[in-house]
């Protein structure tokens, strides 16, 4: 979708946002304040991809190996989160739809009926889809859908790429198209192994709570350079 002469919006963009303790520590701050500087930024995003009308946005908001950390900094990033769904009622004005993606049964019933929630109020939304990885991990989730596969009884002639997409939790997502990574890290660090094959990768040095809409821009702007070939050759 073009939105002017200088870039294009990719249909379905990516996003790690990391950095949120390293700009924090950086001020002589506890890492928390980094996380909810990066609450902020998490908005920002979300409005800014609902005003320029990105069809699929996902967020990686906490991975499966994020357990390791001290229960005094997850306890932190929960909270921000719950609150954040708190205020999604908002989002849901805008006819934007949220989905969650991860292990999402492993987190508190509380929080898990949150969750449930928002998708309810969302589900016939017709605008950006926001989709928010929690607990999630590439490698899980591929072994996550082999099992279905397994307990669904599926034959060898069964089985090939669409038919293993489906039992991926993205299976109502498109493949990604750009994946933005904040921070300064060059890595996909276990996020969306699937869907990221075809994807562009932006890295950008700016850490997650500085991140803006002109940011943003940016990437789309490097996005919009590339020419996606997809395996073939140009044609002539």
Request: glycine content about 6%; overall charge negative; charged content about 30%.
């Amino acid at each position: 979708m073009d939105i002017d002469s200088k870039f294009i919006v990719p249909d379905h963009v990516a996003i790690i946002m990391d950095g949120n303790g390293r700009w924090a520590t950086g001020r002589g701050m506890p890492r928390g304040f980094g996380h909810k500087k990066g609450a902020e930024a998490f908005r920002r995003t979300v409005d800014a991809c609902i005003e320029m009308s990105v069809p699929f946005v996902t967020f990686y908001a906490f991975s499966t190996e994020n357990w390791k950390r001290p229960k005094s900094e997850i306890n932190i990033l929960f909270d921000l989160f719950e609150s954040y769904l708190d205020e999604f009622a908002d989002i849901h004005k805008r006819n934007a739809r949220i989905i969650f993606i991860g292990d999402i049964g492993a987190l508190s019933e509380k929080l898990v009926n949150k969750i449930n929630d928002c998708v309810r109020l969302t589900e016939n939304n017709t605008g950006t889809a926001v989709t928010i990885a929690v607990n999630y991990g590439g490698h899980a989730e591929i072994v996550n859908a082999v099992k279905g596969i397994i307990i669904d009884e599926l034959t060898f002639s069964d089985i090939d790429e669409r038919v293993f997409e489906r039992y991926l939790y993205t299976a109502e997502l498109p493949p990604v198209d750009l994946l933005i990574r904040t921070g300064g890290d060059k890595r996909v660090s276990n996020f969306l192994l699937w869907q990221l094959a075809y994807a562009e990768l932006v890295f950008l040095d700016v850490f997650w709570p500085d991140f803006t809409k002109e940011d943003l821009i940016e990437a789309f702007r490097r996005y919009s350079t590339k020419e996606r070939r997809f395996g073939s050759i140009k044609s002539k």
